[in-house]
């Protein structure tokens, strides 16, 4: 299907490399004009426009899988690009995330509602000394519109709240973000905590935020880095599936 949408069109103009703009396209082209409309009005931060939206789209017999799919998460990928390139900042960032729980506000509660059991449990937390939590919002927000279980331990956790709160909720995923390069050692703590406590084969830890690389998140030995929100999901399917 030919992407119709003016301003989803224009905002395509903002991807500079090829393979990703062609990634984009990909997902975009079996997307059908209302899911672009959603989207577009997502990455402008009309709250109020994704809310009706997706309502409409809701009572005209779309999926709540095809709405989070097709107009959120693929409008959320263009914010999430421009956000990394110095497009847009924070703020804007904020605003799309802010039409983004709108959207989901109708999107959750189907999902809660069906017979289709959760994909798994993930516990998600910033760790020990980090108050950043906004990335970490985003992750969960995707999560929980994937079909995930997600318990939420906020900011500044520390690493007997992760050890209690997988056994609590009999979890076999964690994500951990930090944002400061201070902070970030702290995960590779969580994880030696797990280790003494012999619990480390028994979960599967994934960590994210700014600072954070590949080759940090393998010295540290997490099993998965993931760079934004849409990557959270898919390695959170992975290790469901593991
Ligand atoms: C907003 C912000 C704040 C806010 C936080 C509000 C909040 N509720 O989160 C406030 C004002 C409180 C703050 C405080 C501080 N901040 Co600050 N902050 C920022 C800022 C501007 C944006 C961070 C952000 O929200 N990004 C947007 C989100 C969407 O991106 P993200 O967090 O990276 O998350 C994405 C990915 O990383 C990934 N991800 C995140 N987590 C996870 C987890 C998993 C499992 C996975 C798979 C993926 C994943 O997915 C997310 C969505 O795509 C950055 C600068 C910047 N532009 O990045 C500085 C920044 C992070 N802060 C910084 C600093 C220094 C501080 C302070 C120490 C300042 C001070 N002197 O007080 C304090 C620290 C407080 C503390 N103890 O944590 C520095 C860090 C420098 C460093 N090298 O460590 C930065 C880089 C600014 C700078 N350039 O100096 N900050």
Partial sequence: MPIVNEGVLEEMKHIANPSELKHIQEIYE???PLMQEIAYALITGNDKKVDEL???SLDNGYSANTIMDDGLIAGMAIVGIKFRDNIIFVPEV???ARAMKAGMAHIEPILSESDIPPVGTVIMG???GDLHDIGKNLCIMMLRGAGFIVHDL???VKDIEFIDAVQEH???IIGMSALLTTTMPNMGRVIEAFEDEG???EVNI????APVTQEFADDMGADAYGKDAIDCVELAKQLASK
């Fill in 30 to 32: 079996k997307t059908d």
């Fill in 54 to 56: 997706t309502k409409n």
């Fill in 94 to 96: 904020l605003i799309s």
């Fill in 126 to 128: 910033t760790v020990k």
């Fill in 154 to 156: 906020g900011v500044d």
């Fill in 170 to 172: 009999n979890a076999k």
């Fill in 199 to 201: 619990l480390r084969e």
């Fill in 206 to 209: 994934m960590v994210g935020g």
